[in-house]
């Protein structure tokens, strides 16, 4: 039985799936882990869990159906992170996440005084912002200058599994797209001159598409994973974007929702049919997955992790905190929640934004706090979606991908806050699902490729209530008012937040075995 491994390293879990040829999940895992805050606006991790969390997952899926051959491998993971290594492939300190790590925001200002805001967008496509990869490398540079002497090649988690499995050193374009200000959008290339400026002493790693294989699977890794010597290796990409491949969520006009700990949203344009590259200073601007895309992108800092902080600090349970959050019944009886509780990326694009509870009172219960979070989540998403369309963006189709749409509730609140039909597949595992599916096409014979439509079909639609369009509409004109009317505020408690931590960073190599 040929079969297909697919693994995305999330950013509270690592999963991984076995799918067979006709996309039918034969077994599925998880290994859940905690990220490193150690000081405010911190967020990093230890690249050695990546890898014996892959392993780990690779023995198990392998394990579970002695009978499958395994033909190709799929890699996925969170970012863009910073992780840099050494000439031996040492890690030289802790993986920098995406943009919930806000600590580079001296070094864009730096950068975007230094070359231009004009020109950045013209070569990257986007502003500098705490998701940008290029000032979290200069910030290395300017404060762990021991670890920036040892540092001489770049990964994201995708491309550290590539490069453990198959010894390849590549990034595909995706992600390198999101090394702003690094990359030239429109060449399709690394912008030489800003390389060298700012991360002169790494290695340019080689540029894929998500789906083009990176090498085969060595004899070590082999003998480590239970994977096959010579099993080919997808290069692979951002989990976003392979979630979006899970859902068929790539084509021209697609709008991909991914609910997870963060909320993240793909559109997908197409400049080889001759639409431009669009763009606007509120949102992210990338190359796709596949060559000829481009992506307007966006999303909020926090969802799932918000619903987990109110699980966390009720010690209630999901099932519970849904009922009474339907129970509150739409606008939460008069609550409203801004949901920056690290920061916010788009549209606000704001590392001291904060989050805020406006409307409490003594009579307000734990279910009326749930219903406002997974409200200010939906406001958030209308807010993108709003500034996503004023950038030009035709958006055709939705649909809904990630762990948060196994709660029907969570998904009408967002259609009814945003006036949306969303789509809903029959597997929504996610990104580790996207990367068996790249990988089974890589290694398809021609003629044969699989089609997503079969592997993963429509099985629901999600309509908003019309009757509810007058409420949200004034309750997101409010959102957006109150985030206007308690920034300066905000900003003064987070500058105090940042103060009271003097952060130190540490310098001291991570090994992949601590």
């Known amino acids: 039985m040929r079969c297909t491994i697919g693994v995305d390293v999330g950013t509270s879990s690592t999963k991984g799936v076995l799918v067979d040829a006709a996309g039918r999940i034969l077994h599925s895992t998880t290994r859940a882990h905690d990220v490193d805050r150690p000081h405010t606006g911190w967020v990093e991790m230890d690249a050695g869990i990546w890898w014996d969390e892959f392993v780990s997952i690779a023995r198990e899926l392998t394990d579970a159906e002695p009978d499958a051959e395994v033909i190709s491998v799929g890699v996925s993971g969170m970012g863009p992170c910073i992780l840099l290594a050494d000439e031996?492939?040492?890690?030289?300190?802790?993986?920098?996440?995406?943009?919930?790590?806000?600590?580079?925001?001296?070094?864009?200002?730096?950068?975007?005084?230094?070359?231009?805001?004009?020109?950045?967008t013209r070569v990257g496509g986007s502003t500098l912002t705490s998701q940008a990869g290029g000032p979290k490398i200069s910030w290395v540079a300017d404060e762990d200058p021991e670890a920036w002497r040892q540092a001489r090649r770049l990964y994201m988690p995708a491309s550290w599994l590539a490069r453990k499995l198959t010894g390849a050193y590549v990034l595909d374009h995706q992600s390198a797209s999101q090394v702003s200000p690094l990359y030239d959008i429109e060449r399709e290339q690394w912008h030489a001159p800003w390389w060298d400026r700012y991360a002169g002493t790494i290695e340019q790693p080689p540029l894929r598409w998500a789906g083009d294989?990176?090498?085969?699977?060595?004899?070590?890794?082999?003998?480590?994973?239970?994977i096959p010597t010579g099993t080919p290796v997808i290069t692979g990409t951002i989990d976003a974007w392979t979630e979006a491949v899970s859902v068929g969520a790539h084509e021209p006009g697609d709008l991909m929702l991914?609910?997870?700990?963060?909320?993240?949203?793909?559109?997908?344009?197409?400049?080889?049919?001759?639409?431009?590259?669009?763009?606007?200073?509120?949102?992210?601007?990338?190359?796709?997955?596949?060559?000829?895309?481009?992506?307007?992108?966006?999303?909020?800092?926090?969802?799932?992790?918000?619903t987990g902080w109110l699980k966390g600090l009720t010690g209630a349970d999901y099932p519970e905190l849904l009922a009474d959050a339907e129970?509150?019944?739409?606008?939460?009886?008069?609550?409203?929640?801004?949901?920056?509780f690290a920061g916010e990326r788009t549209p606000i694009q704001d590392p001291d934004a904060r989050g805020v509870i406006a409307g409490l009172t003594l009579e307000h219960t734990r279910g009326d706090l749930y219903r406002a979070a997974l409200e200010a989540t939906a406001l958030g998403v209308r807010h993108n979606v709003e500034t996503m369309r004023a950038a030009g963006a035709e958006i055709n189709r939705i649909v809904a991908v990630g762990g948060g749409t196994q709660g029907r509730l969570w998904l009408q609140?967002?259609?009814?806050?945003?006036?949306?039909?969303?789509?809903?597949?029959?597997?929504?595992?996610?990104?580790?699902?996207?990367?068996?599916?790249l990988a089974a096409t890589a290694t398809a014979e021609p003629g044969v490729a699989p089609n997503i439509t079969d592997w993963n079909p429509v099985t629901d639609r999600i309509h908003p209530n019309p009757l509810l369009r007058p409420l949200y509409d004034a309750l997101f004109d409010r959102y957006v008012r109150l985030y206007e009317g308690s920034k300066d505020v905000v900003h003064e408690l987070a500058a105090d937040q940042r103060a009271a931590t003097h952060p130190t960073p540490s310098s001291t190599p991570v090994s992949e075995d601590s």
């Open 258 to 306: 991914m609910y997870g700990t963060t909320m993240f949203m793909v559109f997908t344009n197409s400049v080889a049919a001759g639409e431009k590259t669009l763009r606007t200073p509120s949102m992210w601007t990338t190359a796709g997955a596949f060559a000829g895309t481009r992506n307007l992108a966006g999303g909020l800092s926090t969802s799932g992790a918000l």
């Open 88 to 120: 031996h492939d040492e890690p030289v300190r802790p993986a920098i996440l995406y943009g919930v790590d806000t600590r580079s925001t001296a070094q864009i200002e730096r950068l975007t005084r230094e070359l231009g805001v004009d020109e950045i």
């Open 327 to 340: 129970a509150a019944g739409p606008g939460a009886r008069g609550l409203l929640l801004l949901p920056y």
């Open 213 to 226: 294989v990176a090498g085969e699977v060595t004899a070590s890794a082999a003998a480590a994973t239970g």
């Open 413 to 437: 609140i967002v259609s009814d806050v945003t006036g949306l039909v969303q789509e809903v597949p029959a597997t929504t595992i996610g990104a580790s699902y996207g990367a068996a599916f």
